[in-house]
C-alpha cells in the first residue's frame, strides 16, 4: 500500500468515475496524498461508499465524500461542483476520468452508440474542464497550497494517437480530448492553471476484461507491449498524484503515455 504522503494536503480532488478501475486507483492515490476526495460515481455506489471510507480511514490528513452523477448531463456536473464546494470549500484538482466503450465495426454502429460515447468521454470531460475553470477563477491564488491555480488532467489513452479500427468512437472521443486539453492550455495557462492528459495503455480494468481475462486476449496484448507486463490502475494512480502535485509544476499541456511503451509500435520489432 502506497504509503501516507502529504503533496495534496489542503487540495480538494474531484475524480470522476471513481467507484472502480483507473478512477479508483486515483483516488486512492490522491487520498494517501492527503488530499480531500470526491468520489464521483454514476452506477457504483457501493463501491464509491466503501472507497470513500477507506480513504478517510487511511488518509493521514484527507477526507473523502462520493457524489453520484452522470458527467454528460450539464446540470448534474454542476450540482457536483456545487457540493464539494459547500463541502470542501474550493476545489484544486479535477481529474476526468469517466470514461465508456461501446464498440461496434463502424458500419453496423448506431448513432446512439456513437452519440453516447462521445457525451460521457468528450463532453463529460469538457463539462468538468468549465466547471473547474470557473471555480478556480473565482476562488483565487491560496498561497501556500498549490504553486498553480489548479490543475485539470484528462483521462485519455493510447487512442488519442493509435487508431482502433472497430472502435472508431473510442479512438475519436480520445483525439478529440487531445485538442480539447490542448486549447485549454493555451487558453488559461496565463492564469496559471495546468491542464494536462494522461494517457493510459492497455490497463487491467472491467473496460478490457474480456481481452485479459483469456490466455490468448492476454497473450495478444502482450505482443503489443514493448515492456510485456499489462499495466494495473496503481500505475495510473500514481502518476495522476504526480501530476496534481507541485513535483510537476512545469508540466502544462501535455499527454504523459503511462502504457509500458505501447506507443512505440512493437510490430516494426522485426518488421518493416
Ligand atoms: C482501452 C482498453 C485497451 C487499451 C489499449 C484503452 O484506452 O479502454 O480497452 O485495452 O486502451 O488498447
Redesign the pocket.
Known amino acids: 500500500m502506497q504509503k501516507p504522503n502529504r503533496r495534496l494536503e489542503n487540495q480538494t480532488c474531484i475524480i470522476t468515475g471513481a467507484s472502480s478501475g483507473i478512477g479508483k486507483a486515483v483516488a486512492k492515490s490522491m487520498g494517501m496524498e492527503g488530499g480531500n476526495i470526491v468520489v464521483n460515481y454514476n452506477s457504483g455506489k457501493k463501491e464509491a461508499e466503501e472507497l470513500a471510507h477507506w480513504i478517510s480511514e487511511n488518509s493521514d490528513c484527507g477526507q473523502a465524500i462520493v457524489f453520484k452523477c452522470d458527467v454528460s448531463k450539464e446540470s448534474e456536473v454542476k450540482a457536483m461542483f456545487k457540493k464539494t464546494i459547500a463541502h470542501f470549500g474550493t476545489v484544486e484538482v479535477c481529474v476526468a476520468n469517466a470514461g465508456i466503450?461501446i464498440d461496434h465495426p463502424l458500419h453496423e454502429m448506431p448513432l446512439k452508440d456513437w452519440q453516447k460515447v462521445l457525451d460521457v468521454n468528450l463532453t463529460g470531460q469538457f463539462l468538468c474542464a468549465k466547471e473547474s475553470i470557473i471555480e478556480f477563477k473565482r476562488r483565487g491564488m491560496r498561497k501556500g497550497v498549490s504553486k498553480s491555480l489548479g490543475k485539470i488532467i484528462h483521462m485519455s489513452?493510447?487512442?488519442e494517437v493509435i487508431p482502433w479500427a472497430g472502435h472508431a468512437n473510442y479512438a475519436a472521443s480520445k483525439g478529440g480530448l487531445l485538442m480539447l486539453m490542448e486549447s485549454i492550455c493555451q487558453e488559461y495557462g496565463p492564469d496559471k492553471i495546468r491542464c494536462n492528459s494522461i494517457a493510459?495503455?492497455?490497463i487491467k480494468t472491467e473496460?478490457?476484461k474480456d481481452?485479459w481475462s483469456t490466455k490468448e486476449g492476454a497473450e495478444g496484448m502482450l505482443k503489443l507491449i514493448p515492456y510485456k507486463r499489462i499495466g494495473i490502475p496503481e500505475d495510473i494512480g500514481s502518476v495522476a498524484s504526480w501530476l496534481a502535485s507541485d513535483e510537476s509544476e512545469y508540466i502544462n499541456g501535455t499527454t504523459i503515455f503511462v502504457d509500458g511503451g505501447?506507443t512505440c509500435y512493437p510490430g516494426f520489432t522485426t518488421n518493416g
Request: aromatic share 0%; proline share 9%; no cysteine.
Open positions: 466503450q489513452s493510447v487512442h493510459p495503455g492497455a473496460i478490457n481481452v505501447m
